[in-house]
């Protein structure tokens, strides 16, 4: 399996678990206990599977996290995921969900 196969199993689960609130280093975390790599023939289906049965996410994430997508959106109507305009499936995180740049005190 090549790495182009492996993202599209895998990013557009882990792009809809980032839009439901998780972060990068908690989902990391949940899919890492669910996983040895040095004792699973297939890593990729197991992430897979796990992303699939995702839990929600864990408190303390989402809505009030500076990467927490604007409901105004016009590229995602609030869902974090970018869609494509023609097929209306989802590309990616959106824009919106960037953290803002902070200003460098000089």
Do not use: Q
């Given at each position: 399996?090549?790495?182009?196969?492996?993202?599209?199993?895998?990013?557009?689960?882990?792009?809809?678990?980032?839009?439901?609130?998780?972060?990068?280093?908690?989902?990391?975390?949940?899919?890492?206990?669910?996983?040895?790599?040095?004792?699973?023939?297939?890593?990729?289906?197991?992430?897979?599977?796990?992303?699939?049965?995702?839990?929600p996410a864990?408190?303390?994430?989402?809505?009030?996290?500076?990467?927490?997508?604007?409901?105004?959106?016009?590229?995602?109507?609030?869902?974090?995921?970018?869609?494509d305009p023609?097929?209306f499936l989802?590309?990616?995180?959106?824009?919106?969900?960037?953290?803002?740049?902070?200003?460098?005190?000089?």
């Open positions: 399996m090549n790495r182009a196969e492996v993202e599209d199993m895998l990013l557009p689960l882990a792009s809809y678990a980032l839009a439901a609130g998780w972060t990068i280093p908690k989902l990391c975390g949940h899919l890492a206990r669910g996983c040895d790599p040095d004792r699973v023939f297939n890593v990729v289906a197991v992430y897979r599977n796990h992303l699939k049965k995702l839990p864990p408190a303390g994430t989402g809505a009030g996290h500076p990467a927490a997508a604007a409901p105004e959106c016009s590229k995602c109507n609030g869902s974090g995921l970018a869609e023609e097929t989802p590309i990616g995180p959106c824009e919106c969900r960037k953290a803002p740049t902070l200003a460098v005190a000089s």
